[in-house]
């Protein structure tokens, strides 16, 4: 079956604009998390769609927002890009519940801001 | 707070050559523990998990026991490939978390050269 889908793989912006990145899961898992890698930071958890339901959140700026759709599909944007946006946004889907042991990850976008 | 301390890398070993990687992690209760591994331009893969003491998560020749008295999740594998070169990450999820927050170490960067 189809793994999880992430588009844009690329993309460059500019300081101030906004960005909107998205990701398709895997059929059938209801829930979507984003997390952030950076060389620094290392891979840190931004928030978790369940239900079009926003279910956990990290610790990242109002600028940072997402939202889920009623098929699962989960996009997230930053709004007022910094040039400390720059990063791998990585997406990763699963079921729920006891049986939800595993995490499937996209490939990523990557964000450059210039 | 809960965290995940992995050894340093890079790690640089011979083909053939047996592999550990530590990873001790900090948390309450009896999280769900995995090992990812991320490959140059890809997203993370699941490696292993295990979900309870004494559990033992094993695939492509590499395994990790769950040591609850040491809280360890140590990954290890007897005979390293060219192929195996890659960045490792070992992570949990807190017990009564059923959605998607993961807790990663920073990462482990292995070469294995021929």
């Known amino acids: 079956k189809a793994g999880v889908t992430q588009t844009p793989r690329y993309l460059i912006k500019t300081r101030g604009q906004q960005v909107t990145l998205s990701c398709s899961p895997i059929?059938?898992?209801?829930?979507v998390s984003w997390y952030q890698q950076t060389p620094g930071q290392g891979l840190q958890f931004l928030f978790e769609?369940?239900?079009?339901?926003?279910?956990n959140k990290g610790n990242f700026p109002g600028r940072f927002s997402g939202r889920q759709f009623s098929n699962s599909r989960s996009e997230m944007n930053v709004s007022t890009l910094e040039l400390g946006d720059s990063a791998l946004y990585l997406c990763?889907?699963?079921?729920?519940?006891?049986?939800?042991?595993?995490?499937?990850f996209g490939s990523g976008t990557r964000l450059t801001v210039v | 707070g809960n965290s995940v301390t992995q050894m340093e890398g890079p790690v640089t070993l011979s083909e053939e050559a047996f592999l550990t990687i530590n990873c001790t992690y900090t948390?309450?209760?009896?999280?769900?523990l995995f090992w990812y591994v991320q490959y140059p331009g890809e997203g993370l893969q699941l490696l292993l998990k295990?979900?309870?003491?004494?559990d033992k998560g094993s695939n492509k020749g590499f395994e990790a026991t769950y040591r609850k008295e040491t809280t360890s999740f140590h990954l290890e594998k007897g005979s390293v490939q060219v192929s195996d070169s890659a960045v490792y990450f070992c992570?949990?999820?807190?017990?009564?978390?059923?959605?998607?927050?993961?807790?990663f170490g920073q990462g482990t960067e292995l070469s294995v050269k021929p």
């Open positions: 059929s059938g898992h209801r829930s």
């Open positions: 990763a889907s699963s079921l729920v519940g006891p049986e939800a042991v595993g995490y499937t």
């Open positions: 295990a979900t309870k003491a004494d």
């Open positions: 769609y369940f239900s079009e339901t926003q279910r």
């Open positions: 992570a949990f999820r807190s017990p009564g978390n059923q959605g998607g927050k993961l807790i």
């Open positions: 948390a309450t209760g009896y999280p769900s």
